[in-house]
């Protein structure tokens, strides 16, 4: 069924959750006809969740709606969390508290193999400090949440009062930030008359493909949601983003959801998480220079990366509309800038 026809079928009710007001919205979907134009493919079209008004912008603002709703039902007054050193996620948790008045407190892994004055002072962590966010900082490669969850039980014995937020703001709870969004899609498609065939998102934590995908879904819809890896194989991606999708259908469904509905592509990770690969780089150039829209090198421009090569693969059909959801993450450009510079020389 079109996306039009999806809205008038059923709404989901998401007066049963906490939720607090973070975020403008609707975010704008615009069309990228420069870009469509210069790759001679289908219909291309941006949904600008880079827009969504705190601090940058970003998807991790959707998901603190409902994480911030739940911390201050439980009279929490600090919000604790972890993310990679230059962590979109992190910043946006920053200015929630902020928001609120409540303190934050991240776990800062170094997850990429760089200790520049670039990567740790500057694009995010900059912000974070503004912010008046207090950080520690773990090396690579251990379970982040269990570190987060172990500060955040210091902090209470501490005489804090914690609420603990895992990496990306991925559970159910941070989900439906996304099942909102997916409502929200299929609203403008049934206000505008413009439908679409795919939506395509870079995919880490997995919370913005997981909340999508359990949002449409539950509307009714079939809306492929392509994921474009940031990390993991294809596999575990699959794995991780089908499992929080399915626990957050059950949610607001009462029923799971096949493995099936799960497409994600790892094409374009290149040699690892916050490395732009080449494809990262052009995407960002290209999307910079055609359309005035910024990437970023850990995500979107992954993302964008992933959605160019499928149009010259010719993946979609000529008379598709793709829809393109920019995740945000512009602010960490500031931490890239000595790569950028040297690949655009
Ligand atoms: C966190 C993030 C993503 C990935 O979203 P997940 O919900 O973690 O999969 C994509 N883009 C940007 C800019 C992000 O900060």
Same mark, same amino acid.
């Given at each position: 069924?079109?996306?039009?026809?999806?809205?008038?079928?059923?709404?989901?009710?998401?007066?049963?959750?906490?939720?607090?007001?973070?975020?403008?919205?609707?975010?704008?979907?615009?069309?990228?006809?420069?870009?469509?134009?210069?790759?001679?493919?289908?219909?291309?079209?941006?949904?600008?969740?880079?827009?969504?008004?705190?601090?940058?912008?970003?998807?991790?603002?959707?998901?603190?709606?409902?994480?911030?709703?739940?911390?201050?039902?439980?009279?929490?007054?600090?919000?604790?969390?972890?993310?990679?050193?230059?962590?979109?996620?992190?910043?946006?948790?920053?200015?929630?508290?902020?928001?609120?008045?409540?303190?934050?407190?991240?776990?800062?892994?170094?997850?990429?193999?760089?200790?520049?004055?670039?990567?740790?002072?500057?694009?995010?962590?900059?912000?974070?400090?503004?912010?008046?966010?207090?950080?520690?900082?773990?090396?690579?490669?251990?379970?982040?949440?269990?570190?987060?969850?172990?500060?955040?039980?210091?902090?209470?014995?501490?005489?804090?009062?914690?609420?603990?937020?895992?990496?990306?703001?991925?559970?159910?709870?941070?989900?439906?930030?996304?099942?909102?969004?997916?409502?929200?899609?299929?609203?403008?498609?049934?206000? #505008?008359?413009?439908?679409?065939?795919? %939506?395509?998102?870079?995919?880490? +934590?997995?919370?913005?493909? @997981? &909340? /999508? =995908?359990?949002?449409?879904?539950?509307?009714?819809?079939?809306?492929?949601?392509?994921?474009?890896?940031?990390?993991?194989?294809?596999?575990?991606?699959?794995?991780?983003?089908?499992?929080?999708?399915?626990?957050?259908?059950?949610?607001?469904?009462?029923?799971?959801?096949?493995?099936?509905?799960?497409?994600?592509?790892?094409?374009?990770?290149?040699?690892?998480?916050?490395?732009?690969?080449?494809?990262?780089?052009?995407?960002?150039?290209? #999307?910079?220079?055609?359309?005035?829209? %910024?990437?970023?090198?850990?995500? +979107?421009?992954?993302?964008? @990366? &992933? /959605? =160019?090569?499928?149009?010259?693969?010719?993946?979609?059909?000529?008379?598709?509309?793709?829809?393109?959801?920019?995740?945000?993450?512009?602010?960490?450009?500031?931490?890239?800038?000595?790569?950028?510079?040297?690949?655009?020389?």
């Amino acid at each position: 069924m079109s996306l039009a026809e999806a809205h008038r079928i059923s709404s989901i009710d998401f007066s049963r959750f906490k939720r607090v007001a973070l975020c403008h919205r609707p975010t704008p979907i615009e069309p990228m006809n420069r870009l469509s134009e210069h790759l001679g493919g289908p219909n291309l079209f941006i949904k600008r969740d880079d827009c969504t008004g705190l601090a940058t912008g970003g998807n991790k603002t959707r998901k603190l709606e409902f994480l911030v709703g739940e911390a201050l039902s439980e009279n929490a007054n600090m919000l604790v969390t972890q993310g990679a050193v230059q962590s979109n996620h992190v910043r946006q948790t920053a200015a929630a508290a902020c928001r609120f008045g409540l303190k934050c407190h991240a776990v800062l892994e170094r997850r990429v193999p760089r200790n520049d004055d670039f990567y740790e002072g500057s694009g995010n962590v900059f912000l974070d400090m503004l912010f008046r966010a207090t950080f520690e900082f773990r090396s690579a490669g251990l379970d982040m949440n269990a570190e987060a969850e172990n500060a955040a039980r210091r902090l209470r014995q501490e005489g804090h009062r914690p609420y603990f937020i895992p990496g990306g703001g991925s559970n159910t709870t941070g989900a439906l930030g996304y099942a909102a969004c997916a409502e929200e899609i299929v609203d403008q498609s049934a206000g #505008t008359g413009l439908d679409f065939q795919w %939506l395509v998102t870079a995919t880490g +934590s997995a919370g913005t493909q @997981a &909340g /999508l =995908i359990a949002g449409l879904t539950s509307l009714g819809h079939d809306l492929p949601v392509l994921g474009i890896s940031v990390r993991q194989p294809r596999r575990q991606q699959v794995a991780v983003v089908h499992g929080l999708a399915s626990d957050l259908l059950k949610i607001l469904a009462g029923r799971p959801m096949p493995a099936s509905k799960v497409q994600v592509d790892d094409g374009y990770v290149g040699e690892g998480y916050g490395i732009p690969a080449e494809s990262t780089l052009e995407a960002i150039r290209l #999307t910079a220079s055609l359309e005035g829209i %910024l990437l970023d090198p850990v995500y +979107s421009g992954k993302g964008m @990366a &992933g /959605l =160019i090569g499928l149009v010259r693969r010719d993946f979609f059909k000529p008379s598709d509309n793709v829809l393109f959801l920019h995740t945000g993450g512009s602010s960490a450009l500031f931490a890239y800038i000595p790569q950028i510079v040297e690949a655009y020389s």
